[in-house]
């Protein structure tokens, strides 16, 4: 899937970051969850040079820049593949000069191009994700943005709910997840209005780690 260009120049500031993971692949999730993540004052400042080199798989998924080459070898399809390079490399110029730490974007996408994600990783702390107040008398059975820690990896939450539904994993969707310590952050988000597969934030958990061990 390629991921949509973003629509201006971050401002120059260590949280600047998530607002551009934000922009990039999710303008149509955020407007629909309210964007579910605010950000909190603290950052380490620590920032380090070690550069970045995005995994050739990540949960055994094939980078978007190479994969659809793989699937046929034509004009076509490398221009699809470049397109999605552009992107993910410009995306992660912008938040190495955001970060003033080197960074990378890169997107993966499956089989067929049914699903895909996309992380975003950079050498710096990042604040902690966090989610709108909900009043817990809203007659849902459960709250529509949810903030759920899985081990080491933080995972904001969209739960689809109408008043006479009762919570489950079928309505659930995972909006973002991201690891952070003081050297290194790591984001991932699914792409696309219908990614069933990666609903399970222990899913997305799993393949931020992957990337954690080998970027880390």
Aim: net charge negative; proline share 7%.
């Amino acid at each position: 899937m390629e991921t949509p260009i973003v629509a201006a120049p971050p401002r120059r500031s260590r949280w600047s970051f998530l607002a551009i993971g934000a922009a990039i692949g999710l303008v149509v999730g955020a407007a629909g969850v309210g964007v579910p993540w605010f950000l909190s004052a603290h950052d380490s400042g620590v920032v380090s040079g070690l550069p970045l080199k995005a995994p050739d798989t990540l949960g055994g998924v094939d980078r978007a820049d190479v994969y659809p080459v793989k699937v046929k070898d034509d004009y076509a399809h490398r221009q699809f593949a470049q397109r999605n390079a552009t992107n993910d490399r410009e995306n992660g110029n912008r938040i190495s000069v955001a970060y003033g730490a080197p960074a990378l974007v890169q997107t993966y996408t499956a089989v067929d191009f049914t699903h895909s994600f996309q992380i975003t990783a950079v050498r710096a702390h990042a604040p902690g994700l966090a989610i709108p107040y909900e009043d817990k008398n809203s007659g849902l059975a459960g709250p529509i943005n949810e903030l759920r820690q899985v081990g080491d990896v933080s995972c904001v939450l969209h739960n689809n709910l109408a008043p006479s539904e009762q919570l489950s994993p079928d309505k659930t969707s995972v909006v973002v997840c991201q690891r952070t310590d003081a050297v290194l952050t790591i984001q991932l988000k699914p792409l696309g209005d219908d990614t069933k597969e990666y609903n399970d934030p222990a899913a997305c958990a799993a393949m931020i780690n992957e990337a954690w061990a080998k970027l880390h």
